[in-house]
């Protein structure tokens, strides 16, 4: 019987502590479409949820100069001198499910 008990006990401490973990969607983070400046550079994102992929595009000044559609879920667009070398690089997120 006490066997049993402790069993129950690690189980249900177990399914209490994963319950979360285990239905991660991208409906879940409610971030908007970007569209985000740094420097000369506009990043726009559309995400699209029939297919569940995210459009990003890319413009200097008025001209699209990069498009790429990706499985995963773009959620943010930053940028970093990672070197401490005076140059920024661009980071960008994503989310993955």
């Known amino acids: ?3 049993k008990l402790s069993t129950a006990i690690i189980v ?12 991660a969607q991208f ?15 506009l990043f726009k994102t ?8 995210t459009t990003l595009k890319i413009f200097k ?3 699209e100069i990069y498009k790429k559609v ?3 879920k773009i959620t943010g ?9 005076g140059k920024l690089e661009i980071l960008i997120d994503r989310y993955t499910g």
Do not use: P, Q, V, W
Request: proline share 0%.
């Open 27 to 41: 409906e879940n983070l409610n971030i908007e479409n970007l569209n985000i400046e740094l420097g000369e550079f």
């Open 70 to 72: 990706s499985d995963d």
């Open 61 to 63: 000044g008025e001209k």
């Open 12 to 23: 249900f401490i177990f399914l209490l502590c994963n319950y979360d973990l285990s239905f």
């Open 46 to 53: 559309s995400y699209e949820t029939s297919a569940y992929t």
């Open 1 to 3: 019987m006490r066997g």
């Open 77 to 85: 667009i930053s940028e970093y001198d990672l070197n401490n070398d």
